[in-house]
């Protein structure tokens, strides 16, 4: 076997992180890269030696690519699935997967249909600090796992983003862009969630650009930009999470898990790695118990997803997981708007823990 073949659809500020980490795998190879303006396909080709660039055509025509990953934003992200699927292709899309269930679940069917694959971000759930803290949770540590708690708030990204309006808009807004990172964490450490409610404010109808050639530009926000969430996961488990871009304060990457026995702080969910600490019943410190550290970060995803299919068994990172999540933000929406809890309808199954010897950086095809 050789390595799997791999197209980038989306030249944008993602791309970098994507293509460095996936020129490094042995067991990809990044052939084209394609975007609605060409000259930005070129420029990332040029940059990073890809020898096929233009528009998105020209990574879906591209014979050797077997993997399209789509990094457009998220309005246009299942258009471009849809696409990649109909021209045969295997799909890896940023979060998140779908703006709504009916298009989320139209994706899945015809995937389904077409016998290709779906994945999606964040994978940042394959990294050594998440995988090292479920194995610590499941094998005791804390007690039986109770309850949950995540935080993150910033004043928002227009301050250092060049082009920033889109995360305020339809598809994003502090729960759609942060939360899957949160959200996706609890599901791997709880389950599926089973009901939401939540609760929504946004202090500015508009906001300015702060850096970049559209510095000082205003653009309309028009998604909440502070969300407060609860969720009660099928296990009967519940967690609490504040998503917001409205605080003058940073703070993130808090996810700390409660058990009977102990409290667990997992790392940042919006990274691959970091210390794990105990706080054990009766105890007055935090204890570090594990130090991770990931050899990789955006593309581990698209990297499993290959070795899956090479090895005909399932992957990790599937759009099942990411269309549930979808399915949870889009209740957890649905409840700010009407003020009551709302049931949410799909379920998934939650993988494995990746091998011990799971290493990026070996050929294995």
Same mark, same amino acid.
């Given at each position: 076997?050789?390595?799997? /073949?791999?197209?980038?659809?989306?030249?944008?500020?993602?791309?970098?992180? =994507?293509?460095?980490?996936?020129?490094?795998? *042995?067991?990809? %190879?990044?052939?084209?890269?394609?975007?609605?303006?060409?000259?930005?396909? %070129?420029?990332?080709?040029?940059? =990073?030696?890809?020898?096929?660039?233009?528009?998105?055509?020209?990574?879906?025509?591209?014979?050797?690519?077997?993997?399209?990953?789509?990094?457009?934003? *998220?309005?246009?992200?299942?258009?471009?699935?849809?696409?990649?699927?109909?021209?045969? %292709?295997?799909?890896?899309?940023?979060?998140?997967?779908?703006?709504? $269930?009916?298009?989320?679940?139209?994706?899945?069917?015809?995937?389904?249909?077409?016998?290709?694959?779906?994945?999606?971000?964040?994978?940042?759930?394959?990294? *050594?600090?998440?995988?090292?803290?479920?194995?610590?949770?499941?094998? /005791?540590?804390?007690?039986?796992?109770?309850?949950?708690?995540?935080?993150?708030?910033?004043?928002?990204?227009?301050?250092?983003?060049?082009?920033?309006?889109?995360?305020? $808009?339809?598809?994003?807004?502090?729960?759609?862009?942060?939360?899957? =990172? =949160?959200?996706?964490?609890?599901?791997?450490?709880?389950?599926?969630?089973?009901?939401?409610?939540?609760?929504?404010?946004?202090?500015?109808?508009?906001?300015?650009?702060?850096?970049? *050639?559209?510095? /000082?530009?205003?653009?309309?926000?028009?998604?909440? &930009?502070?969300?407060?969430?609860?969720?009660?996961?099928?296990?009967? $488990?519940?967690?609490?999470?504040?998503?917001?871009?409205?605080?003058?304060?940073?703070?993130?990457?808090?996810?700390?898990?409660?058990?009977?026995?102990?409290?667990?702080?997992?790392?940042?969910?919006?990274?691959?790695?970091?210390?794990?600490?105990?706080?054990?019943?009766?105890?007055?410190?935090?204890?570090?118990?594990?130090?991770?550290?990931?050899?990789?970060?955006?593309?581990?995803?698209?990297?499993?997803?290959?070795?899956?299919?090479?090895?005909?068994?399932?992957?990790?990172?599937?759009?099942?997981?990411?269309?549930?999540?979808?399915?949870?933000?889009?209740?957890?929406?649905?409840?700010?708007?009407?003020?009551?809890?709302?049931?949410?309808?799909? &379920?998934?199954?939650?993988?494995?823990?990746?091998?011990?010897?799971?290493?990026?950086?070996?050929?294995?095809?």
């Amino acid at each position: 076997m050789s390595s799997v /073949g791999v197209g980038v659809i989306g030249a944008g500020v993602i791309s970098d992180a =994507y293509i460095k980490s996936m020129q490094s795998f *042995p067991d990809l %190879k990044v052939h084209a890269i394609g975007d609605l303006r060409p000259e930005a396909a %070129k420029e990332k080709a040029e940059q =990073y030696g890809i020898e096929t660039h233009g528009g998105p055509e020209a990574v879906l025509n591209h014979p050797d690519v077997e993997i399209v990953v789509n990094l457009t934003i *998220p309005i246009a992200h299942v258009e471009v699935a849809l696409a990649a699927v109909a021209a045969g %292709k295997h799909v890896w899309s940023e979060k998140p997967f779908s703006l709504d $269930q009916d298009s989320g679940l139209k994706l899945l069917a015809t995937a389904q249909d077409a016998g290709v694959r779906l994945g999606c971000a964040p994978d940042t759930i394959l990294g *050594p600090g998440l995988q090292e803290s479920r194995r610590i949770i499941e094998r /005791g540590d804390i007690g039986q796992p109770m309850t949950a708690l995540t935080l993150m708030q910033s004043p928002g990204p227009e301050s250092w983003h060049p082009n920033p309006a889109f995360l305020f $808009q339809d598809g994003a807004g502090p729960l759609w862009d942060i939360g899957p =990172y =949160y959200l996706t964490t609890l599901v791997q450490l709880f389950g599926p969630v089973a009901a939401v409610a939540g609760i929504g404010s946004k202090s500015r109808e508009k906001r300015t650009i702060g850096s970049g *050639p559209l510095a /000082g530009t205003d653009f309309d926000v028009t998604v909440p &930009t502070h969300v407060s969430a609860i969720a009660r996961f099928e296990s009967g $488990q519940s967690s609490q999470s504040i998503f917001s871009f409205d605080s003058p304060l940073s703070r993130g990457g808090f996810v700390e898990i409660t058990g009977a026995d102990a409290t667990l702080a997992v790392p940042d969910p919006n990274g691959f790695d970091g210390a794990i600490k105990i706080r054990r019943r009766g105890t007055d410190d935090w204890e570090t118990i594990a130090e991770t550290k990931a050899v990789a970060q955006r593309g581990t995803g698209v990297l499993e997803m290959a070795r899956a299919i090479r090895a005909d068994r399932p992957h990790r990172a599937t759009g099942a997981l990411a269309f549930h999540i979808v399915d949870v933000m889009a209740s957890i929406t649905d409840s700010i708007d009407t003020g009551a809890f709302v049931d949410v309808n799909s &379920t998934v199954e939650v993988a494995a823990i990746l091998p011990d010897d799971w290493d990026v950086t070996a050929a294995t095809l």
